[in-house]
């Protein structure tokens, strides 16, 4: 896997008992995935490090989308390497990512590019006011957009965000929501339930799933969505699509060509998870079908530790910490919660909310 | 933790999310558990290692119970080992064991001891015919033990077993199961659903869990005698016990002061599995409440590997390898199948059952 940390920890967690062992190549000190697989320390684009890799491994995975293109290329010559590189390389530019779903007839809000200051007002014309100006390439957790609402914020987020940027439309959406597809490589596609997302300073915090309420016909929007992505990319693995509710639509704001933050809750809501599923896949074993006994929820630890005492004392808590040091805004490990019932549940989200540092109340569903 | 194997790598796969890390004590190269964990390669009773073990570790717990008396005595001295050696000791020696049971009143078969050939007549005479003769020390898995239906047979069994035996009554018992008590260093108890275990030639084969019919109060019964024992031997962690059922009664057969193969189902058929309880209890965490929402079972992987396409294509199907090489008679990994209802689950069974070399269909449950 390129990527030591907690994705691939987790990816590894889940493809052990499968049989596999992994090798992981990361450049970071101890990293999460170091408890559960070989690491090879070394940089992302380095030959001998890439060398590696090539020769301890039987297929090529990631954690991350942002694998240097010359590396894709030369592992992809070399053994298999899913999700293909092509599908890394559209999810490294938000606006090849925006095009690709225009091209497929995928909804999205409206966006315009901004390669220099003279193409500010071309695109303001597409997308209006209030818009987000984003950084094409490189974002990630809210870092590098900023919300635009007059001619003046949009000459200071040109000279603020560096590089060509992308102007969308500011989406005034009832909720966020993500889908998580996994395709074989067999090209079966399966799909799990629609997750609702809340973000606190462009950081996800809580994941409900299913999505409270969620209608059939919005499901199957979101797996029409996804597969027309998996199809174009000729995907194999996991891919994650965040989308926008509004006004009964779904609006596809980015995707993922990786496991999600947003389906960690399938560790313990699922009777597969998102992380066993993209094993399965990328190893040429049949998926899983996802199913769902009951609602989940899943809490991430950011910043600060709580004490693991009181957080696996809460019923239906399920702790899941990544081995990393404590330091602010940095994921640490995330809380799935299950229960009987949605009540249950939200319970148990209140409790192990109380637990962590900062804001009193958690994020409330929309439809519990 | 004292061992390698498949107990170790299962426990410490699901003890790295609770943030955990894990030494491992093992003489045998290339042990399952090494995916997953340090290793300091050398004998259970070697000074070396223990020191390196003891340095190494904040608790020390093992994966079996026969762990020399000197090493558990050396560790118990410089930091907590859990289960105490006390529970080790007296689940090395079957006549101990059942001795114990006795004393607290748990109903056992009768049973007598031949230390040498002048204390057959005695012990048969307690035990009646037919009897089961067993070794007192190291038999698992159905070695070190004889059926004797005559005096004849007492003789032979008697010079075929080596050391000190034991001369229980054969008894014509309905089914086989097995109870998993947790118990947390703080006190606190839970209790898995009794368990249908089916074994050939010694070797467990398949589970099923909850046991089918399963009587409320058999389950009481159930938890009552774990709960004596777990309260005589001032344990912490899970402790296996297998029973009998005859006649609506629980016999008491034999402990294991450790996690179990009829345990492994827990895995996918409860909300917290036997390994994990064991060690949020040895590292001082809350037990988790099992919760079990509908049926399960478990088929062992014997001696050779199935396709694991094949398996893993079963609906239902959970496949959980050990990374050993196959070899007759050895425990290379298990499934769990888990379903919607007992048709699911046992529709699962029948086609791993097929997968797998040797009968032609699965030992059937009791109660479905």
């Known amino acids: 896997m390129l990527g030591g940390g907690q ?12 049989g596999h062992r992994f090798t ?7 990293p999460p995935a170091g408890a559960v697989s070989e690491v090879v320390a070394a940089a992302y684009d380095d030959a001998e ?21 010359r590396s894709a290329a030369y592992l992809a010559a ?36 901004i390669d220099s200051p003279a ?41 603020k965000l560096a590089g060509p940027l992308i102007a969308e439309s500011f989406v ?6 993500s889908v998580l597809a996994v395709a074989g490589r067999d090209g079966s596609r399966v799909f799990y339930p629609l997750t609702e997302n809340h973000h606190a300073h462009g950081i996800l915090r809580v994941s409900y799933a299913p999505a409270p309420g969620l209608d059939p016909e919005l499901q199957a929007e979101g797996e029409r969505i996804a597969g027309l992505l998996l199809g174009r990319l000729n995907y194999c693995g996991v891919l994650a699509i965040e989308l926008f509710e509004a006004g009964g639509r779904l609006l596809a704001n980015e995707m993922a060509p990786r496991v999600h933050n947003s389906g960690h809750w399938t560790l313990d809501g699922a009777n597969a998870s998102q992380f066993e599923n993209h094993i399965r896949a990328v190893t040429d074993l049949p998926l899983a079908r996802p199913q769902v006994s009951g609602p989940a929820a899943m809490v991430n630890i950011i910043g600060e530790l709580p004490d693991p005492r009181a957080v696996a004392g809460v019923p239906g808590a399920h702790l899941h910490l990544y081995g990393k040091a404590a330091r602010p ?14 009540a249950e549940v939200m319970d148990g989200v209140a409790r192990v909310w109380e637990l962590l540092p900062g804001a009193a109340l958690p994020p409330r569903p929309t439809g519990w």
Chains 1, 2 share one sequence.
């Open 172 to 177: 005034a959406f009832e909720r966020e929501l």
């Open 119 to 159: 193409d500010i007002e071309d695109a303001l014309a597409v997308s209006g006011l209030p818009a987000v100006f984003k950084t094409r390439r490189l974002g990630y957790d809210g870092k590098g957009q900023v919300v635009v609402r007059s001619r003046g914020d949009a000459a200071r987020a040109r000279e």
């Open 78 to 113: 070399r053994l298999p390497a899913l999700p293909p590189p092509a599908a890394l390389e559209v999810a490294q530019d938000r606006l090849a990512e925006k095009e690709m779903f225009r091209e497929l007839g995928i909804p999205t809000a409206p966006f315009g590019r």
């Open 329 to 342: 805004g940095r994921k640490l490990g995330h809380v799935n919660l299950t229960g009987r019932d949605a």
């Open 7 to 18: 994705l691939a920890r987790m990816l590894a967690l889940e493809g052990i008992p499968l």
């Open 49 to 69: 490090g890439l060398a590696r890799m090539a020769a301890a491994s039987d297929v090529i995975t990631c954690e991350f989308e942002n694998v240097p293109a």
């Open 24 to 30: 992981v190549l990361e450049p970071a000190p101890d």
